[in-house]
């Protein structure tokens, strides 16, 4: 009975060492290799909470004195355009102030304030509202304008020639569904650098009768001209 009793000691004992020394070199080991990977860099640190946020979700921020923007056109006749300025929202979808055919937002070019945002359909008789809208811009405003739809239909040269005298160079080749996204301002002596033009073209159209969307996103100087 004795031994019996020696032996079940002198078992255990060994069970409880070596159980020891597996969880230690296990915790051991693991130990070592997060320490590792730390002092390689290679942490599973969330990396989004790591890049700094720019105005309008843009790629790069803006110098001093210069307005954040994000112009989206629509897609196809589905998905509405966008139009952020110094990281508002101006028009959208979810704002409920968009419409197909052209999409305007009026800035006041010195203090960054929204004057006027609106959306003209090209298809029915919004023109003549759309020439007198353009007619009233003042000196000093940076226009936004993006494209749903078709902006081309009723275009006239009313129009086009308030689009080139705010530094538009595509107005004049706007043709029937293709997407067109513009930041200019009146009293803009050269032509806009802020201009994307996609044609509606079957051969290469991403969607069914329609371009694919436009995106452009930039920094407009507070005063442009
Ligand atoms: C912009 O705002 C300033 C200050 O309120 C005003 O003097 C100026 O006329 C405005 N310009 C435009 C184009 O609205």
Not at 9 to 32: A, E, N, P, R, S
Not at 173 to 191: C, H, Y
Request: a positive charge; hydrophobic letters at 40%.
């Amino acid at each position: 009975m004795r031994v019996t009793g020696v032996t079940r000691c002198v078992l255990l004992l060994i069970t409880l060492l070596g159980t020891w020394f597996i969880m230690h070199t296990y915790f051991d080991q693991g130990w070592k290799a997060i320490s590792l990977r730390s002092w390689l860099g290679v942490t599973d640190k969330p990396r989004s909470k790591e890049l700094p946020r720019h105005k309008c979700g843009n790629e790069k921020s803006c110098p001093h004195n210069y307005f954040a923007f994000r112009i989206i056109s629509g897609a196809a006749d589905v998905v509405g355009p966008s139009i952020c300025f110094d990281d508002i929202i101006l028009m959208s979808s979810v704002k409920n102030n968009i419409g197909r055919g052209l999409n305007i937002a009026l800035m006041n070019g010195t203090t960054g304030q929204l004057l006027k945002a609106d959306a003209f359909n090209m298809y029915s008789g919004d023109i003549s509202k759309l020439e007198t809208f353009l007619g009233e811009v003042k000196h000093g405003t940076i226009v936004l304008a993006a494209s749903y739809d078709d902006v081309a239909t009723k275009m006239n040269d009313k129009v086009r020639a308030h689009f080139v005298e705010l530094g538009s160079s595509h107005v004049k080749n706007l043709g029937f569904r293709d997407n067109w996204v513009f930041l200019g301002a009146k009293g803009l002596k050269d032509k806009s650098p802020f201009e994307q033009h996609i044609k509606n073209n079957k051969e290469t159209n991403k969607y069914d009768g329609w371009p694919e969307l436009l995106e452009m996103e930039g920094c407009a100087p507070r005063k442009m001209d």
